[in-house]
């Protein structure tokens, strides 16, 4: 389905420069002089690069149908993961370079959506926060608080979070899969 300028908004996926793009944000202008633009921030779902783009009047694009399917993450096979549909029991290896944010945060068993674009694979969405062991980190401070500076800590996946002061190894954190950011302990 052919759409225009004025027909974007956040979230929808089109399909430009020959590309497959996600819209973050848009701002419409109507400038004193000249007509009207649509200012751009598009995410490129195939690399993760995120542009400006400015759209005129008349400029057309198609919408692009992604399509998310509840998978179980399996486990790790060469250089990529093994994921099974939770529906039909299929199971497909998506290569590492597709999930890169997610790998950060994905342990075996978790339940992920998996996007894609016809038959291809574009990436996975992560539930919003989850819970991951801390395997290394330096040890607590007694009477530390949470509005603390923070110190670096190792967890299971392998990423590094900040998290405060009082975090020992073996704790149990929440994580937000977004910003990689400490919400609290599990």
């Given at each position: 389905m052919a759409i225009g300028m004025n027909d974007l908004k956040t979230g929808l996926t089109i399909e430009y420069s020959n590309s497959i793009w996600r819209v973050i944000e848009f701002q419409h202008v109507k400038?004193?002089?000249?007509?009207?633009?649509?200012?751009?921030?598009?995410?490129?779902?195939r690399t993760g690069a995120v542009n400006e783009v400015t759209f005129r009047p008349g400029d057309k694009f198609e919408q692009a149908e992604i399509t998310t399917r509840p998978m179980s993450y399996l486990y790790a096979e060469n250089d990529g993961r093994v994921f099974m549909d939770t529906e039909t029991f299929e199971q497909i290896n998506i290569p590492d370079a597709n999930l890169e944010h997610a790998l950060k945060y994905m342990l075996e068993g978790m339940e992920?959506?998996?996007?894609?674009?016809?038959?291809?694979?574009?990436?996975?969405?992560?539930?919003?926060?989850?819970?991951l062991k801390v395997e290394e980190t330096q040890p607590g401070?007694?009477?530390?608080?949470?509005?603390?500076?923070?110190?670096p800590a190792v967890v299971e996946t392998g990423a590094t979070i900040t998290v405060p002061d009082f975090v020992n190894e073996g704790d149990m954190i929440i994580v937000n899969t977004e910003d990689g950011s400490y919400k609290g302990r599990a």
């Open positions: 400038p004193g002089k000249g007509a009207a633009f649509v200012r751009s921030k598009l995410k490129n779902l992920v959506k998996i996007t894609m674009y016809g038959s291809e694979v574009l990436g996975a969405e992560l539930p919003v926060s989850v819970t401070i007694k009477g530390a608080t949470a509005t603390g500076s923070g110190k």
